[in-house]
């Protein structure tokens, strides 16, 4: 309900990078559709001079962030679970991408 969405599915073709380093505490400026409680919740869609952005997260230490092409968001950005290493879920999804072209 937050982010007003259910869930989201992108094919790993539409990754460029996933990463795992923590939102910087001036992470965005522009529009948005959602929530954005600092300290508590950050959901939804977010709009900027870069795109259209998703962000759903409380904790921005323990976030995975992808970089996409050929999808509506230019940018997700999701918490992982407290079980989950980010930066490790970021080697996994990297060691699958296609090749980048060249």
């Known amino acids: 309900m937050l982010a007003l969405h259910g869930s989201l599915h ?3 073709r539409h990754i460029q990078t996933a990463h795992a ?3 910087p505490e001036t992470w965005f400026r522009g529009f948005r559709i ?3 409680i600092p300290g508590v919740k950050v ?3 977010f709009y900027n001079g870069e795109g259209v952005m998703f962000y ?3 904790n921005p230490a323990r976030c995975l962030t992808l970089e996409l092409a050929d999808e509506h968001y230019r940018r997700v950005v999701v918490e ?3 079980d989950q290493d980010a930066a490790a879920l970021a080697a996994r999804i990297t060691a699958r991408l296609p090749p980048a072209a060249g």
Do not use: L, M
Request: aromatic share 12%; no cysteine; proline share 11%.
């Open 10 to 12: 992108i094919p790993y």
């Open 21 to 23: 380093e923590p939102v």
């Open 34 to 36: 959602g929530t954005n």
């Open 43 to 45: 959901a939804g869609s």
């Open 56 to 58: 759903d997260f409380h």
């Open 80 to 82: 992982v679970d407290r």
